[in-house]
């Protein structure tokens, strides 16, 4: 049984660039959410996808924007990257309207920011 | 506003020391609360799923209990392969899909 993946696990970038990360949800699963967390600190929700569409949206800027494919693959773009953005993004699926709306973390995409 | 508090930050423990961690939650009606194990550089590995008040769910050496203002994560003779962080979150009842996290406790246990 697959898991969540994530692509790729640590990449480097350089201060006004623009970053795509990638997401496979676990096997059965059509929901994808996406969080940050800063070193040090618990995951911070960034936003939800479902049915291809952004189904909440947590309180990080315009910068930061998702898409979610017809497969529930899903994409997590950050532009005019910041120093502060440098942290693990984590991707989580979800089956909607079952298992208690229990989510399942990937391992983790590492950013660094330069 | 909703939130998650854990305590304590760090915890160290012998091997074979049981002891608590503490998450309190403040929701606006509770959907579920969430125990997740983080290893250092790796993504959250979800442990238990709490819904109501006198639930309890146990794995291993691990028992999680949820009242109405708190949950416990109970460890008994922890082992040192039990060391990581363990994170808390919460759902809320009311038209949202986020959790939220508490900054988690750091578990390290000495054999």
């Known amino acids: 049984d697959a898991g969540v993946t994530q692509s790729p696990t640590h990449l480097i970038k350089t201060r006004g660039q623009q970053v795509t990360l990638r997401c496979s949800p676990k096997?059965?699963?059509?929901?994808v959410s996406w969080y940050q967390q800063a070193l040090g600190q618990g995951p911070q929700f960034i936003f939800q996808?479902?049915?291809?569409?952004?189904?909440q949206r947590g309180n990080f800027p315009d910068r930061f924007s998702g898409h979610q494919f017809p497969n529930y693959s899903s994409e997590l773009n950050v532009n005019a990257l910041l120093l502060g953005d440098s942290a693990l993004y984590l991707c989580?699926?979800?089956?909607?309207?079952?298992?208690?709306?229990?989510?399942?973390f990937g391992e983790g995409s590492w950013l660094t920011v330069v | 506003e909703d939130q998650v508090t854990q305590s304590p930050e760090a915890l160290r423990l012998q091997e074979g020391e049981s002891s608590s961690l503490n998450c309190s939650y403040t929701?606006?009606?509770?959907?579920?609360l969430f125990w997740y194990r983080q290893d250092p550089g790796k993504g959250p590995e979800f442990l238990f799923t709490?819904?109501?008040a006198g639930e309890e769910k146990e794995k291993e050496r691990l028992k999680a209990t949820l009242t109405k203002k708190e949950s416990f994560l109970h460890i008994t003779a922890p082992k040192p392969e039990d060391s990581a962080t363990y994170l808390c979150a919460v759902q809320a009842l009311a038209g949202t899909y986020k959790y939220i996290f508490g900054t988690g406790t750091r578990l390290k246990v000495l054999a």
């Open positions: 929701v606006s009606g509770l959907r579920g």
């Open positions: 096997s059965g699963h059509d929901t």
């Open positions: 709490l819904y109501s």
């Open positions: 989580a699926s979800s089956l909607a309207g079952r298992e208690g709306n229990t989510i399942y």
């Open positions: 996808y479902y049915e291809e569409e952004e189904r």
